[in-house]
């Protein structure tokens, strides 16, 4: 079983759709992230969670909620989304936040496609 | 501007060839981490270095830090198809902040 499982795989959804992502850690990390990876840009960082307590929001538009009920699972809610929100979207754990030796673990994301 | 700079952006070479791939900044780093991708996956970390001028080895990967701590550099001697992916340097600044990436294809 790998260490951070993301489902779904692939989701495809309109604009008028709601849904949700979720990330589930088996590492017993302390903090979970929410990644957003595009064609040829850098991994974009939108949420970051301590201890099931948000510390982290870059300017992430209202469209994406995120919600962790324990350290262990992270969703990322979607409604009203826009085609240029189609990308890969990764969740990550670390033992703690920003520890030189505290490297992130990945899942292997979900692919988006807003129609 | 993006905070990280990698390049190249693609590279494409024959099985056997060596290859130098470079992660640069204008900001100092704590450390400095790199990751590889393989497609349909996350990133998955290789090695992290943390001291200025630091080299460390991972089979015919050679990892090296800037002494001033602002660059990385990846170098792979005799690459192999199994080295294709997208190679991640991310830097920590606090938090950790990413490069594009360089994507590498190693022919056989």
């Known amino acids: 079983e790998t260490g951070v499982t993301q489902t779904p795989r692939h989701l495809v959804m309109g604009m008028t759709n709601k849904k949700s992502l979720k990330c589930e850690q088996h590492l017993g990390h302390n903090a979970m992230y929410w990644y957003k990876q595009s064609a040829k840009k850098p991994l974009e960082l939108m949420f970051v969670y301590n201890f099931k307590e948000q510390t982290e929001n870059n300017s992430v538009p209202s469209r994406f909620s995120p919600e962790c009920p324990n350290s262990s699972h992270l969703f990322l809610h979607l409604h009203t989304l826009q085609p240029e929100d189609s990308a890969l979207y990764l969740c990550?754990?670390?033992?703690?936040?920003?520890?030189?030796?505290?490297?992130?673990?990945f899942g292997n994301g979900t692919r988006l496609t807003v129609t | 501007t993006q905070l990280l700079e990698q390049s190249p952006q693609f590279l494409s070479i024959q099985e056997g060839e060596n290859l130098t791939v470079y992660c640069n900044s204008s900001?100092?780093?704590?450390?400095l981490q790199w990751y590889r991708q393989e497609p349909g996956e996350g990133p998955v970390l290789l090695v992290t270095?943390?001291?200025?001028?630091e080299v460390k080895k991972l089979k015919r990967l050679t990892f090296q830090f800037g002494d001033a701590r602002k660059d990385s550099s990846l170098h792979i001697t005799a690459a192999q198809p199994g080295d294709t992916g997208l190679y991640l340097c991310a830097g920590v600044f606090g938090d950790m902040r990413f490069g594009a990436g360089t994507r590498l294809t190693v022919k056989p």
């Open positions: 990550a754990s670390s033992q703690e936040i920003g520890g030189s030796y505290s490297p992130l673990h």
């Open positions: 900001s100092v780093f704590s450390s």
């Open positions: 270095v943390v001291t200025g001028g």
